[in-house]
């Protein structure tokens, strides 16, 4: 009881509180969408999706009451909100959910309007705010939006007392000392963050190797989901096949000079690596494909852009009876898949552990080029989850030789996908320079 | 199965999920309650805030601030020693109410 009571006193704090575990949940959603693949923004659409059920659901509003982000409301002016949902802000005027979601979407707009040099950037808006502290009686009571308003524009004070009504900050002297000791201090820390970012998307140690000849059979691609502090090994495969893997790309999204694309030379003849690769410690997950595009620039000084094209693609689908593996549980250990060419009857098998759709689909194109001569394989199932399984077929050269045996598409469809070729826009890299051969180790 | 928390549930959830992993923040708790369920209760915030406030506000848990993993702050979430004792009655009054549903469920006997 006597908890509760000091609750009620408490209110504003809880409040205060609350906002920043919710934005702190929020951030922690849009990482992990961003983590799954889909784009920063679609991830905010997302996070904002959620927020939305949850402000529907009205469990927050009745607990937390008024979310005191009436008056920070006031800063994002009506022509940041279509009518409709500037009236839902109006209707729903105390719920932090609708609060929360809403002044994302006029942050976003703010931005797009900042960029488009639509509206005076947030530094001149603070200095006229400050030349304008002695109107603003006459602020409060407009009602126009266009009028001075872009005194509301301002973010919530980070110090100091705020002037309530226009949401324009009184700065006191001590104030301002501090704020440049905290800017100064963050700066540091920035600095020291993105130089530790950029230490973290290079390998620590690198060997790029000519594949020895008795290799040619056997090869394994890893997939770029590279543990800090492991070894990263590559076996066997072409430069071309590097840059697909780097880069996430099928062989037809890559154009450059002929030795690269088509090399005129027997299967046999074309060069292929080895790379052997320490992970630094301090590596992300994500950092995978930009610590071997460093490498690539470093020791073949490639240089390349994208472009995006309308092309041809092969997507892989969910065939009708459904999927036929089973997910990962957990987290599983490295992925991705050691292949053996002509085993036997002449059956190529692969063995993947622990990919994801979206990776079996970048591989297919290293591991059977020959079934994808037209575009990228290119995952629609939309399934996150890891699986461990064996792929089983024979060369497109054996087939047209007579040979039985299942193609890559039965290979698929025996997973329980299905794989179709279609048209569809996908990005494409133009390489610009490249070495045929790496600098020394 | 419906992904409605069942009424009176969601405390005993949480409650639960604190004890088996110690001290949690909201976002870690609702990851471990999606993950138990095998992905059918997926907390919106909407339900697990209010639910943590609740708890908290009875004392059967305490908040503190402290460092996420990823060097964000956020509040860590504890159960207290009478937050150990709820669970257990709740677990008791929880087998309680199957035993009770499973009389009134079970076919009649041939």
Redesign the interface.
Known sequence: MI??LL?LFRRRR?ER??D???Q??????E?EYRERGPSFEAARLEARR??R???R????S???RRSGGGDSMERYPVQFFTEHEHNQVLDRNSNL?WYRAYTAIADRRLEKRETEGKTPRRESILQRCRKEKRNMNSLETSKHPHDNSHCRYLPAPAYGPSDRRSGCQRVPAAGRLFACVTLMTTLSFAMLFFGSVVYAQQFEVASVRPSPPEALLESFVPTLNLAPGTTFHLRNRQLKELIQIAYGIGGKQIFGPRWLIDPPMAVWEIPRFDIEAKVPMNAKPQDGPMMLRELLAERFHLRAHNEERQITIYGIDLGKSGLKVRPNAGEGGASGCARSLFGQDGVTTAVCSNMTVAQLAQQLQTLSPAYFPEGPVVDKTGLRETYTFTLAWITLQQRDEGADGPSMFDAIEKLGMHLEKQKGKAEVLVVDNIDPKPTDN | MSREVLQGTLDLMVLRTLETMGPQ???GL?KRILQVSEGILDL????L??AL??L????WIKSRWGV?G?N????FYELTARGRRQIATEAESWARTVALMNRFLRKSEP
Do not use: C, D
């Open positions: 908890e509760r609750h809880l509180e609350l920043i575990e919710v702190y949940h929020l951030e922690f959603l990482a959620h927020w059920s949850s402000a659901s009205g469990g927050v009745k607990s937390t959910f | 923040h909201g976002f609702a919106n915030q909407g339900t805030y209010p406030l609740r908290e506000q009875r004392g996420s990823n964000r702050q956020a509040k």
